[in-house]
């Protein structure tokens, strides 16, 4: 119940507290140097693919202007795999052919 509340009021700090509960993260203070404890429970929340998690549980707007670079990289990405395909395929196909 308290779980449910605090996922629906959309506490950062409380479903990102659930999140490593579920995948069980623990990071002692060694020296009362929180700094250092608080960079390694990040690369492990990166790692474990806790971040990703929050992130997509986060609603945020994304502009226009940011939708098009997205969707301008994404097509870039796209059209250079495609090249990539084409320029292997040619070269399988030389090798199959023994030229």
Not at 22 to 28: E, L, T
Not at 46 to 51: L, P
Not at 68 to 97: F, P, S, W, Y
């Amino acid at each position: 119940m308290i779980q449910a509340a605090a996922i629906r009021r959309g506490s950062f700090f409380s479903l990102s507290s659930q999140l490593q509960q579920c995948r069980g993260i623990r990071v002692k203070v060694i020296n009362s140097n929180l700094d250092q404890a608080l960079n390694l429970m990040q690369r492990k929340m990166q790692s474990s693919g806790i971040e990703r998690m929050i992130k997509q549980e986060q609603l945020t707007h994304v502009k226009n202007s940011e939708k098009r670079v997205l969707a301008k990289k994404n097509l870039e990405r796209k059209i250079r795999a495609q090249d990539l395909a084409r320029k292997l395929k040619t070269i399988l196909v030389q090798k199959v052919r023994g030229l």
